[in-house]
């Protein structure tokens, strides 16, 4: 499958084109499959960092169409990894629900990076949802024992059942129902952030939710709460419609 335009603007921007292969896959939640897979050789060509994310190609209308899904899981010893799709209407869900061992698929390994900050975080607190929990769980791995606040947006009651990677340490979790657009969990996080902040030498905030709240959530943390720039890691995941 070509890539079109994309394809060839990303491999301007020297982008890295692999194929992996299914090896089988995991129903979480009714709203929420995970989809195991060889690496093409890719994990060890390009090296692992949390939150580490890959653009998987979709053909739809004929049309080739791309979207980003942060590794799980990876492995570059035995070249493999897992996806996690939070499950709605579109191509990329539809094609995780059919998915079956032995299938192929086109990817490519551009623009992904972490820069881990500096000193590291005497707490983090971070923002999701389901289509960022393999991001949020790959930041908790990346901080083993760092006391975190988590907040992560609902839209299904099962989602609260999603496996999250709180290890040892005085940790909280906060699962907030979607309402409003988002209104509703910027609302709860802007009540709690000042007070949680309070005291905290060198805090770390992360925040990955539809891309409305992200910017809300992002602007009260450096503009209104003060926190630099360098400690406040913002990326919108998705554009509510």
């Given amino acids: 499958m070509g890539h079109g335009w994309e394809g060839v603007v990303l491999r301007l921007l020297r982008g890295r084109d692999f194929e992996f292969t299914v090896t ?8 929420y499959r995970r989809v195991r897979m060889t690496d093409g050789g890719m994990l060890a060509s390009t090296g692992v960092h949390p939150t580490m994310w890959v653009r998987l190609w979709f053909e739809s209308g004929g049309k080739p169409h791309q979207r980003a899904y942060t590794l799980v899981d990876p492995d ?15 191509i990329a869900c539809d ?8 299938d192929t698929i086109e990817a490519t390994v551009q623009g992904t ?3 881990a900050p500096s000193p590291e975080p005497s707490r983090l607190l971070a923002v999701g949802d389901p289509a960022s929990l393999p991001a949020v769980n790959s930041l ?11 907040w992560l947006e609902t839209a299904h009651p099962q ?8 290890g040892p340490g005085p940790h909280e979790v906060r699962w907030i129902p979607r309402r409003d657009s988002g209104a509703h969990l ?4 802007t009540t709690a952030l000042p007070k949680l902040l309070e005291d905290e030498p060198d805090p770390y905030v992360w925040i ?18 003060g926190v630099p720039k360098d400690r406040v890691h913002a990326l919108g995941y998705w554009r509510a419609t």
Avoid: I, M, N
């Avoid at 089988?24 to 709203?31: A, D, K, L, M, R």
């Avoid at 094609?95 to 032995?102: D, F, Y």
């Fill in 113 to 115: 990076g972490f820069t």
């Fill in 186 to 189: 910027v609302t709860e996080v």
């Fill in 159 to 166: 989602d609260a059942e999603l496996p999250l990677r709180l």
């Fill in 76 to 90: 570059p010893a035995a070249g493999t990894f897992a996806l996690e799709f939070a499950l709605h209407e579109g």
């Fill in 95 to 102: 094609w995780a629900r059919g998915a079956r061992p032995g």
């Fill in 24 to 31: 089988g896959t995991e129903q979480v939640t009714e709203h």
């Fill in 208 to 225: 990955a939710c539809d891309t409305a709240t992200t910017r809300a959530l992002a602007s009260y943390a450096r503009k209104e709460l």
């Fill in 140 to 150: 908790l791995d990346a901080f083993p024992g760092t006391p975190a606040t988590v």
